[in-house]
């Protein structure tokens, strides 16, 4: 008997054994050199250009690095298969500070070895976790130009970054100035703001008197200012008090006290009980406009401090008088520009407080010094109040330290000539999701000047020479000679070479005939380097083309790359480097909990690959909203897996199935084929078009929901079900089964194709097992398109239609189970009765529903005819009996006509009729059941 079924066989195993089976695929891939012969494949064709933003090369890579670069494989994946020449050239940031802490973690110091040797060093460590994080991407599968990555350390990116820099040079953007920045005492660096996060912070908020020296006829000499600070060691650096001129100010003078205090009114009542004053005398209210130009007495050190007047004073905290040290602090700095004070700088590179600060404090670091000034307040009877506030406070984002405010020298690229280019550059990027635009405009539009100079050692150098006067020569044409130099022997030079060395020939006499000059040693902002990757990547090689067509990396890169890339562009291109950017959020733990290694609650990639494969991974990327944050744990991948098990048996399956098709001369042609098979082929062309919409859309999560879907609800639960009894029991060339077939096929490669670019492993398995087609690799083929089948509306609209009258049965058929009166549909007789409009559809269907239906007896009846018991199921009235006749142990159906052919007394007449047709041998050796 089970000669006579033509059960569908294949070699394609059941188990992935995923974790092993991958790492052998990907290095056929690399033997093979597929991802090259994808490129030239594509040569001469419209280009698709998806520039990576480089990871810092510093360690494994998390699961937010693989669902970023699984994100651009999907979609460089995707293009190239559809028309596109698509190359993905890999990227990695290799400078900066994380790389020289790990240096030190390992016990080199940078004080006591030469610049070139320290700089030989980090590079070295570098190249390792560059190899470290190209195996790990390499693991995931992804297809990309792995033997020319770029480096910001290659010699050519460093010379592509001194070309954008001489050209911000020519604009007039670069300037030298000495204004308080984010400085980093733990990273003894400036900072830019993209180097900054803020976390909660508790502080000293201090208030303290100092005495009217000159009180300019407004108050008397025994009155006392009460200003307010939450950085007590910044007193030593004061140098001015600021009022708001707007406010109202009261004179008061607290019961039992011979002083008399100056704070803001409105904020008088508060202050008293705060400040235990009791009762108190309000002797005058002044504006603070009329304070300008007072001066007090610093607490303790000889120095003269002035009232100024700002916009920034508020009454919102505070005494309404702030205290004001122009070195640290950004407002303070500016606030004071109009008074001609100097700026006093007595902390160092590494927070101590130098000798400036008196001998009390010199060699104090900051934070301690807090309370040392408070002792000095005290003891000088200038202590008021303090205590301890909560507030937000920028931290520098890779040493987790707190940052403070510090004026030292330093180079800037001025952005207000080109804010406004830079904003209206935006206007030609389109933005997913569509909020990133405010965003990042917002950030540009509210961004100071960029500080680009870092007082390290481990980057590419400022390329600006000194005058023996101390005048910095910034001229463009000496930038690019120097960027000449560093494309031939790298950036080193700047700190093996002399001066000399480095200048053109007769440079020197020119410009500085009776001194020598002297190099700057700041290196770039590291931003600096990756924000100028456009310009070594895709206008430095000829085969890649500017601006990109997309970027894709996490949201904090508006603060970060997006930003950076944007501002050097426009500078030097006037056009943003990019004309779409795609932003993901981050990835958080199966509590929606940030990771944290110290935690406990990471996902490390391998383990995934080790216990699941990489497919899994892959599949989960596609599985989430990646635009917002999203969670991963080892359940969640578990889950994954079982939905991947469900694809792959899909798969195996319609191999299984067609193992016996050959399209090259079995196909049935669309209008030969059966209605239904017609259907479900123009269902698969609609299921082609929408999957290849998201894609287009970078829709990965709608592609997922598509494929699965379609796979679950249209293919299994629907054609697959009633399909085997047609493909096991039918005649094996059969124009029914060869018709079922030639969608299957189509639906298989159709699948693969629509897969591979989420599932490159699993989908080059499977297109092994695919002998018609054409090409030793899937990647190497086209992506599949529609098929033009005409006009299919009215098809496809009783077809839908068909579904609810199908799920009206099969809630019949429930209840029949339910009763006891069925165990499975082929056991079931079931009457219909139709309205006229219900009879039209079945019969424009053309199509013998019972199979459908997968019902051993069907009869059809008008409405009218139905008794009053017969229930209604979603408008449809259907009554369900048991089947009549004999079951058939071959098809597992009721026949009415159960051994009409004598040699098959088991068999009904139709079945009886295609083994005599097609098992001739069945005859000779009889069939056992």
Known sequence: ????????????????????????????????????????????????????????????????????????????RYKSMNGYYAPFVPGWDTHGLPIEQQLTKAGKDRKKVSPVIWRKMAAEYADKQVKKQMADFKRLGIAADWDHPY????????????????????????????????????????????????HDLTATAVSFAEQVKDGKGILDSDTYLVAWTTTPWTIPASEAIAVNPTMSYSVVKPEGSQKKYV???????????????????????????????????????????????????????????????????????????????????????????????????????YEDANQIVLDKLAEHDALV????????????????????????????????????????????????????????????????????????????????????????????????????????????????????????????????????????????????????????????????????????????????????????SVATHDQAPYRHVLSQGFTLDGHGDKMSKSIGNTIEPAEVIKRNGAEIIRLWVTSVDTSADVRVSAEIMDKQAEVYRK???TFRFLLANTADFDPRVDQVAYSDMTPVDQYFYARFNQ?????????????????????????????????????????????????????????????????????????????EEVFDYLPAEEGDFAYLTE??????????????????????????????LEVARDNKLIGKPSQAAVT???????????????????????VSQLHLARVEEAGSDVPTYDGLKVAVAHAQGEVSPRDRMYHLDIGADPDFPMLSAHEAAIIRENFPQALEEGLEE
């Open 263 to 365: 704070v803001a009114t409105s904020l008088l009542a508060q202050l008293a009980q705060t400040y235990a004053w009791g009762a108190y005398q309000v002797e005058k209210e002044v504006l603070g406009a009329d304070l300008e130009y007072i001066t007090t007495q610093h607490p303790w050190m000889d120095r003269d401090i002035l009232v100024i007047t700002g916009d920034h004073v508020t009454d919102e905290a505070g005494t309404g008088l702030v205290h004001t040290a122009p070195g640290f602090g950004e407002i303070d700095f500016y606030a004071t520009q109009d008074y001609d004070l100097p700026v006093i700088m007595n902390v160092d590179d590494k927070g101590y407080l130098t000798e400036e600060a008196g001998p009390d404090l010199a060699g104090i670091f």
């Open 832 to 854: 219909l009765y139709l309205t006229d409009e219900q009879a039209d559809l079945l019969a424009a269907l053309g199509q013998d529903v019972r199979v459908l239906l997968m």
């Open 385 to 568: 109040k303090a205590s301890d506030i909560t507030h937000s406070y920028p931290f520098d984002w890779r040493t987790k330290k707190p940052v403070i405010f510090r004026a030292v020298p330093q180079w800037f690229a001025s952005l207000k000539p080109i804010r406004q280019e830079i904003l209206a550059s935006l206007d030609d990027v389109t933005f997913q999701p569509d909020w990133g635009k405010k965003r990042l405009g917002n950030m540009i539009r509210d961004r100071g000047d960029w500080v680009i100079s870092r007082q390290r050692v481990w980057g590419v150098p400022l390329p600006i020479f000194y005058a023996e006067d101390g005048t910095a020569i910034l001229e463009p044409d000496l930038i690019e000679h120097i960027a000449d130099l560093f494309a031939k022997h790298g950036a080193d030079i700047w700190f093996g070479w002399d001066a000399k060395d480095l200048l053109p020939a007769g440079y020197q006499n020119e410009h500085s005939p009776h001194g020598s000059f002297t190099k700057e040693t700041d290196i770039m902002d590291v931003w600096f380097d990756s924000g100028t990757s456009y310009e070594g990547v895709l206008v430095d090689r000829p085969d890649l083309s500017y601006p990109a067509d997309l970027v894709l990396e996490g949201s904090d890169q508006y603060r970060g790359w997006f930003n950076s890339s944007l501002i050097t």
């Open 783 to 812: 992506m599949v398109e529609p098929i033009d089948l005409g006009d299919t509306d009215t098809l496809m609209a009783n077809w839908q239609a068909f579904m609810q009258l199908r799920d009206a049965v099969n809630k019949a």
């Open 1 to 76: 008997m089970k000669k006579t079924l033509n059960l569908g066989k294949t070699k394609f195993p059941m188990r992935g054994n995923l974790p092993q089976k991958e790492l052998e695929r990907e290095n056929i891939w690399f033997e093979n050199k597929v991802y090259e012969r994808r490129q030239k494949l594509n040569a001469g064709k419209p280009s698709f250009m998806l520039h990576d933003g480089p990871p810092y090369a510093n360690g494994n890579i998390h699961i937010g690095h693989a669902m970023n670069k699984i994100s651009k494989d999907i979609i460089v």
């Open 687 to 763: 299921l082609i078009q929408d999957v290849k919409a998201a894609y287009d859309h970078y829709d990965f999560q709608a592609v997922n929901k598509l494929l699965i879907n379609f796979i679950n609800v249209d293919l299994s639960a629907f054609y697959l079900d009633f399909a085997k009894d047609i493909l096991y029991v039918e005649a094996p060339k059969g124009h029914l089964r060869r018709s079922i077939q030639t969608v299957l096929y189509r639906v298989l490669v159709g699948l693969d194709k629509l897969w591979l670019p989420i599932l490159p492993h699993t989908a």
């Open 647 to 649: 694809i792959r048996n």
């Open 151 to 198: 480096l910001t350390k290659q010699h050519s990116f460093e010379a592509g970054e001194v070309h954008v820099f001489a050209k911000m040079v020519e604009r007039g953007l670069i300037y030298r100035g000495q204004k308080p920045v984010f400085w980093s005492w733990s990273s003894e660096s400036a900072l830019a703001m993209s180097e900054i996060e803020y």
